[in-house]
C-alpha cells in the first residue's frame, strides 16, 4: 500500500469534499435569477440591515449585582432612583447603576447601606455630593453656580450684538467720490505729460 504524504492526502480530502459539495447542490437550491433574485437580494440586504440594528443598539446593561439587591422592594425601587441619578466617577456619563466599575459598585452599596439605616432620599444624596461634589450628579442642582453656567452664552451673546451695533455706528462713512473738473484733469493730463 502506498504511503500518502501529508501534503496529498489534504488535497484528495480537499478534492472530496468539493466533489460532494457539487453533487449535493441541486437546481433547486442554486439562487434564483431575474426579478426573482432581485427580490431575494431585497430580503436578504433588510436581514442584514435588522440584525445589524439588533447589534448596535444600546442594550441596558444593568450593573446591579444580585448580592447588591436589596430584600425590600420598597428600599430597592428607591436606591434604583438615587442611582439613576449619581454619575459614576470614573465612566462619567453613565450612572451608578449602569457602571460595572469598581467605585460605582462601592457607591450602590453605599446608597443602599444608607437607606436601610433609615436615611432620606434626600440625606443620601447629601451624603455622597459631601464626599464626591456636585459633579457626582446627572442632574445638578440649582445654585448660583449652575445660574451663571447657563446664563453665561447668552449673557455673552447680549454683550457680542451690543459690540457689534457700536462698531457699526462708529465706523466713518465714505463720501462718494467727486468728479473731477475740466480744470482739474486738464492739469492731470498736462502732468502725465499726454
Known sequence: MARLLPGSWVSGLVGSLKLDWRRSVRPAD?????????????????????????????IQALAVNPDEV??????EQRARQISAQLRCMVCQNQSIDDSNAELAKDLRVLVRQRLTDGDTDGQVIDYVVSRYGEFVLLNPRLSTKTIILWAMPIGLLIVGIFALIIFVRSRPTRRPAEVLSAEEKAKIDELLGQ
Open 30 to 58: 442554486l439562487p434564483p435569477r431575474g426579478r426573482d433574485a432581485r427580490q431575494d437580494r431585497g430580503g436578504r440586504v433588510a436581514l442584514v440591515f435588522a440584525l445589524l440594528i439588533a447589534f448596535l443598539t444600546p
Open 70 to 75: 436589596l430584600s425590600d422592594p420598597v428600599l
